[in-house]
C-alpha cells in the first residue's frame, strides 16, 4: 500500500486543547510541512499557545 498522507517530522505527536473548529491544528500543520520542505528542523523553535 502506498502512503499518501503522513505527519511531518517537525509536528510531534501529541494531545493538545485546541477545539475542532478553529484551525489552529492546520496551522500548526502547515508551519511543520514549512519547516520539513526548508529543512530547518534544527534551527527552530516551536511554542504553541495554552488552547482556544
Excluded: N, Q, S, W
Excluded at 15 to 36: K, N
Amino acid at each position: 500500500m502506498t502512503v499518501v498522507f503522513d505527519r511531518p517530522k517537525a509536528l510531534l505527536d501529541v494531545p493538545t486543547h485546541y477545539c475542532p473548529g478553529c484551525t489552529h491544528g492546520v496551522i500548526h500543520r502547515l508551519v511543520a510541512e514549512v519547516i520539513d520542505e526548508l529543512g530547518i528542523l534544527d534551527k527552530t523553535i516551536g511554542v504553541a499557545p495554552v488552547g482556544c
